[in-house]
């Protein structure tokens, strides 16, 4: 790499790599950017090797720009994150301990998320009194997280190497969700773009942990406490949800009337069977998260939704909940989008699964065909249109991955370029 600043610049080439765009891989290809957008992408010549000293280098010619040689490597766009629940872990690495601080945790993070290819997120806000597990929550605890992100948003902290976004993980049963979300909405600024906005029900017996048992597993493996704890703690969770039906219909009731007002986006989370799907379109939802039946998958996709499955889940192949595999899913043309879900670097090995071919146990898509599925795609489905694909007049994110010796499988990301024009 030569010529390039570290934290990025506006006009730059990068050259050498085979570049994956929508609908073909351009070998040894040459990637033009000026102004923060791609201006070219085109087979490579030996004119494009470096800056010229000769008498006719000059403004506006290839040859007079910074060069990033990516021989041997793959350039994909870069990666559009819609569900990232990794900042609130980086805030609480450790069980027990006090929270880290929230500056100190975003820029931790937001290392991770670029070494991972990540060059737009959509970080998840947890407004809830109490963890999918049962563990109560100090009240208010989302706005440190939230002010952080949305520092980032404004441009009021120094200029950030990823586009950071928000979601609202909204706990239908919470008693305060109400109240809190209309107080996080109270700080965006004017004519902002819709909040989206996750409808979740972690109770047992429904939704992610149709099966309690897997949910007292997870009690058992996240706290460690022992099983008859955590099975008092199922039993408090499914009581409940059974006493809390008036608190779901207020706060479904006044998402509603924010998204009649155009301030909330909403989107399901674990919908699991067709009624789920039919109560998220009817109040103007258009994204299926983490659907866990593949008839869910498949009533979404015949509605017109679009789907978001976790890397995480295809990397290792299953659910950790014992639902529908995201790469069964994959197969069967049911997603939209592959999400970080908790784990940004599952990301390259979830793209590495899916262009694998099927007999060994990958989902035998073509490079552009996964790509999509990461940048493309989760792009579309957040309504950002000047991203996603390597063409003309997008931006220039860029995340630049090391191929397997010999194949053009995906191994691990060596660089991120997120063009800065400030």
Do not use: K
Not at 85 to 114: H, I
Not at 115 to 141: D, K, L, W
Not at 262 to 277: F, I, K, L, S
Request: charged fraction near 20%.
């Amino acid at each position: 790499m030569t010529g390039v600043p570290v934290l990025g610049a506006p006009d730059f080439l990068v050259v050498g790599a085979d570049v994956v765009t929508a609908d073909r891989v351009v070998p040894s290809g040459v990637i033009e950017v000026r102004g923060g957008l791609i201006r070219s992408v085109r087979p490579g010549t030996g004119a494009d090797a470096g800056p010229s000293t000769g008498p006719d280098a000059g403004p506006g010619t290839t040859s007079d720009l910074p060069v990033v040689d990516a021989t041997g490597l793959l350039a994909l766009p870069g990666f559009v994150d819609t569900h990232c629940d990794g900042l609130e872990g980086e805030m609480r690495p450790r069980r027990g301990a006090p929270p880290v601080a929230a500056d100190a945790a975003f820029v931790s993070f937001e290392s991770r998320l670029r070494a991972a290819g990540v060059t737009t997120v959509f970080h998840c806000v947890g407004v809830r009194e109490m963890t999918a597990h049962g563990v109560p929550v100090a009240p208010g605890s989302w706005r440190a997280i939230h002010e952080r992100i949305a520092a980032a948003d404004r441009g009021l902290v120094d200029h950030s190497l990823v586009d950071h976004r928000e979601m609202v993980r909204l706990d239908l049963l919470s008693p305060s969700a109400v109240e809190d979300l209309h107080e996080l909405l109270a700080n965006r600024p004017v004519g902002a773009d819709p909040l989206p906005v996750s409808l979740e029900n972690h109770s047992p017996g429904q939704g992610q942990y149709r099966d309690p048992g897997v949910l007292a597993d997870y009690i058992v493996a996240t706290d460690g406490v022992g099983r008859a704890e955590a099975l008092d703690r199922v039993e408090f969770l499914h009581r409940r949800r059974e006493a809390g039906g008036a608190v779901v219909t207020r706060t479904l009731a006044s998402v509603d009337q924010l998204v009649a007002a155009g301030r909330v986006r909403p989107v399901g989370h674990d919908p699991d069977t067709r009624e789920a799907v039919d109560a998220l379109a009817a109040r103007g939802g258009r994204i299926a998260e983490f659907p866990i039946t593949v008839e869910a998958a498949e009533y979404a996709i015949a509605r017109g939704l679009g789907t978001v499955v976790g890397a995480p889940n295809i990397l290792r192949g299953g659910s950790h909940a014992g639902n529908v595999s995201a790469l069964e899913l994959v197969r069967a043309g049911l997603v939209t989008a592959v999400a970080s879900d908790f784990h940004p670097g599952a990301l390259v090995g979830a793209l590495a699964v899916l262009v694998t071919p099927v007999a060994e146990g990958g989902a035998g898509l073509t490079l552009p065909a996964a790509a999509e599925l990461l940048s493309a795609g989760p792009a579309r489905l957040s309504g950002l249109r000047d991203r996603g694909v390597l063409a003309v007049g997008m931006r220039a994110d860029i995340v630049l991955v090391e191929p397997r010796p010999g194949t053009a499988v995906p191994r691990r990301v060596v660089g991120t370029l997120t063009a800065r024009t400030v």
